[in-house]
């Protein structure tokens, strides 16, 4: 990213801002690590380094949309939540409508019920947000799973989107529909 970076700058503290904030308030919520602080590996401080670092001379961020591409078993649903919750805690964003979708509803939910298990194992964080069935709150701020049903998103002012599988969507209706949805945000 440094190639073709003129006018834009990279903020080192807020890049390691969200890193440590992973580290220490995100944990694994399944398997033998459950409940034990993440410790990202360097791909995954290179990703969120990259998103939330990288800055336009305003001051938001460079980069508005990412793909991640990785092999099964990297952790990708885990690393999404922590992105989830970064968002949720430390953008500042008013309103912020922050969502996950995918092919089927059942798969966005890994990503919900993952936010939701890191919440629920640090009690810091689980006094400052509300958990519903389908919905987590932190003030006016909300997270959803949602269907893949693109015709019922229009409404939407998103700003956060993890469109997970993306490769198994049966098109780009959905997608374009979020993408769409996030240009009211300015970051």
Known sequence: PFEQSEGYVFDA??????????????THVKGKLAGTPIKLEDWQKSLHANLFGWKKPNGERRFREAF????????????????????????????AECYSAAA?????????????????????????FNIFKYSIT????????????????????AHLVVNDELHAHKDGELTETLMTSTLKRSQ
């Open 138 to 157: 932190r003030g006016d701020n909300s997270y959803k799973a949602i269907s893949a049903e693109a015709k019922s998103k229009h409404g939407f002012n």
């Open 104 to 128: 089927e509803r059942e798969q966005a939910r890994l990503c919900f019920e993952c936010v939701e298990g890191m919440i629920k194992n640090r009690p810091e964080l689980e006094k400052r």
């Open 68 to 95: 991640v591409y990785v092999p099964r078993g990297n952790a990708k649903t885990t690393n999404a939540a922590t992105i989830v919750l970064s968002c949720m805690c430390l953008d500042n964003e008013p309103g």
């Open 13 to 26: 503290e807020e890049a390691q801002l969200r890193i440590d904030f992973v580290e220490a308030a995100c």
